[in-house]
Nanobody, 122 residues
Framework: VQLQASGGGLVQPGGSLELSCAASGLTLRYYQMGWFRQAPGQEREFVAAINLSGGAAYNVDSDKGRFTISRDNAKNMVYLQMNGLKPEDTAVYYC????????????????WGQGTLVTVSS
């Protein structure tokens, strides 16, 4: 089982990135999916999550609408579109898979991918 996040990089403040999460050995349509991030020296935090079908999503972003999680079960992929990036969004971003009633709270994620680094800087 492997989850691989990709799409990170260096972006200027106000810019956009789309992160992708690919799975091998795991059929994502059976899992709620989430994105988490960990900034240097800080604890990992929950960013966004999406239910099995993609019909419901939860986003903890206080600036509503900056981050959008989506999924394509046919491609076994999950995405995180990030707009209006700020320096404080700099972190390693991880995707994770859950079969949990509390998926929308960032709880119960069983499978974790290797992260992708997002650096927001001018």
């Amino acid at each position: 089982v492997q989850l691989q996040a990709s799409g990170g990089g260096l972006v200027q403040p106000g810019g956009s990135l789309e992160l992708s999460c690919a799975a091998s050995g795991l059929t994502l349509r059976y899992y709620q999916m989430g994105w988490f991030r960990q900034a240097p020296g800080q604890e990992r935090e929950f960013v966004a999550a999406i239910n099995l079908s993609g019909g419901a999503a939860y986003n903890v972003d206080s600036d509503k609408g900056r981050f959008t999680i989506s999924r394509d079960n046919a491609k076994n992929m999950v995405y995180l579109q990030m707009n209006g990036l700020k320096p404080e969004d700099t972190a390693v971003y991880y995707c994770a898979a859950a079969q949990s009633a509390d998926w929308y709270l960032g709880v119960g994620y069983k499978y974790w991918g290797q992260g992708t680094l997002v650096t927001v800087s001018s």
